[in-house]
């Protein structure tokens, strides 16, 4: 080994110096941070409903004002429904009818009775003229054997009357609950639990069927909205992991929520952007939301 490469590599030992590796073919990237930050998010309703006439007919009663928290099944407004209740009344006692028809059996047991006494006038006549020929002439002994037989038709006929009554009676149960349904549309339920945001129609207006009347909005779980670049984070990433979102108040307060991202969309924006959507939880002060649809979040997403 000549001297002057000797002396270069005593050098670098002396100096603790070492020949830098190159990066090896498939080397792990460096690891994703464990939060990542959206700016400029939006607060948006998950849902709300135009509630809306189910019949037409005038509004006879409005029971919820705007601003008022309503929940699932609560009657927001009635139709008028003098005529439906009048038919429901007369669909009811037609069934009343119908079934009382179906659980009686008389004419049966009238039939079946008219056909023993038959048989039984027959059967004597025959014995007479057993024991006395020709009492009854056979004129008489074929009348007496076709009541006989219109008898035990006649026990045939009234059990297919009964049948066709217990048809009857589910037919009238039919009509009944469509005469139910009838009135119950015209008292109008909410969809969900939520906020009246407005009221479109009021007392006395005609409304047709499909016209809204009442907006409910449902504020106690609202939507997150941003966008993620698609070279900082993959949606596999993102998908279902908790968030924190914070907004501004009035005079620089501050408020967070937390919730979770429940859907990433597949198609990327200009830019290489994907949007994600996260579901947060909101709170009540002083009877008012903290959380409303339309101002702007800061969400930070908790990543894998």
């Not at 498939?26 to 709300?48: F, K």
């Amino acid at each position: 080994m000549s001297p002057s490469l000797s002396g270069l590599l005593l050098g670098l030992l002396l100096s603790g110096a070492a020949p830098s590796a190159a990066p090896a073919a498939g080397d792990r990237a460096a690891p994703l941070p464990g939060e990542l930050t959206l700016e400029h998010c939006l607060v948006s309703i998950i849902d709300e409903a135009q509630v809306p006439a189910q019949e037409s007919g005038v509004i006879a009663e409005l029971l919820v004002k705007e601003g008022q928290n309503v929940r699932t099944g609560e009657l927001l407004f009635r139709l008028d429904d003098l005529s439906a209740r009048a038919a429901f009344r007369v669909a009811e006692f037609k069934q009343q009818q119908a079934e009382k028809e179906a659980k009686s059996d008389v004419s049966v047991r009238f039939s079946q009775a008219s056909a023993d006494v038959a048989r039984a006038n027959y059967d004597a006549a025959n014995e007479a003229n057993r024991r006395s020929p020709n009492t009854f002439s056979q004129t008489e002994m074929r009348e007496k054997w076709l009541i006989c037989v219109r008898s035990n038709l006649e026990i045939e006929k009234s059990k297919l009357d009964l049948e066709i009554s217990g048809i009857r009676a589910q037919a009238m149960a039919g009509e009944l609950e469509i005469a139910q349904q009838n009135l119950e549309r015209r008292s109008i339920k909410s969809p969900l639990d939520g906020v009246v945001e407005e009221i479109r129609r009021h007392v006395g207006e005609w409304v047709q069927p499909g016209d809204a009347v009442v907006h409910v909005v449902r504020l106690d779980r609202l939507r997150i909205e941003g966008f993620v670049k698609s070279s900082v984070a993959m949606p596999g990433e993102v998908d279902g992991r908790p968030v924190q979102a914070e907004v501004e108040l009035a005079r620089g307060q501050r408020a967070a929520f937390a919730g979770q991202v429940t859907h990433v969309k597949s198609i990327l924006q200009a830019g290489g952007e994907y949007r994600v959507w996260a579901e947060v939880q909101n709170r009540q002060v002083d009877g008012h939301w903290l959380l409303r649809p339309g101002l702007e979040a800061r969400m930070t997403i908790r990543l894998r």
